[in-house]
């Protein structure tokens, strides 16, 4: 089964992840140094920026009137929906920023080019970072999911204060809720003032 309409989705017929623990050894984290392409054609190393940043990452977005990337991409447990996880980052992003959020980014392992046309074409007002090389998510063992011969990241967010992570969001679901899950933990817990 697959719904063709990428933002209009019944997430009844959609099967739900599990927390299978392996975001578990995140928070805490230091971000490690790695720099990766975004899709203002700039590099950005997360390691690197001060204050409170989100990241929020899915295994791939889908294409208007272009085919799943397997049949039952639907059926996977947390596959389906990453287009609406990163409409809901957009539509929210001046919520985010008020409540603290310095910056925000998406994550995928999808290419800049593709990664680049989904964000012209969803009018995004954030970068979007391309782990195509998998460094970020290697280094940070990641949860990944492997379909049709690639390594995708499983949809999470990150919470990361000072280049640490503060908080992650794992397993999300629904995934056109995340960023409002979000939002409303940015305003529970303010990031602080200085430095610890």
Known sequence: MNQKNLLDVDWSRIPAPTDDGAAAHLPGLSIP?????ATNDTRVALADLPGRTVVFAYPRTGEPGKISLVEDWDMIPGARGCTPQTCSFRDLFA?????????????????NAYQTEMAS???LPFP????E???LTRALDLPI????GLTLIKRLALVIDDARITYVFYPVFPPDRNAADVLAWLKDHPA?????
Do not use: C, I
Not at 33 to 37: A, E, F, Q
Not at 128 to 131: I, N
């Open 145 to 148: 999911m492997e379909v049709a």
């Open 133 to 135: 090389k998998l460094e």
């Open 33 to 37: 140094p790695v720099s990766l392409m």
């Open 192 to 196: 602080s003032s200085s430095s610890d």
């Open 95 to 111: 919520e985010l920023k008020a409540a603290g959020a310095a910056q925000v980014f998406g994550l995928s392992t999808q290419g």
């Open 128 to 131: 979007v970072l391309s782990d």
């Open 121 to 123: 074409r969803l009018h």
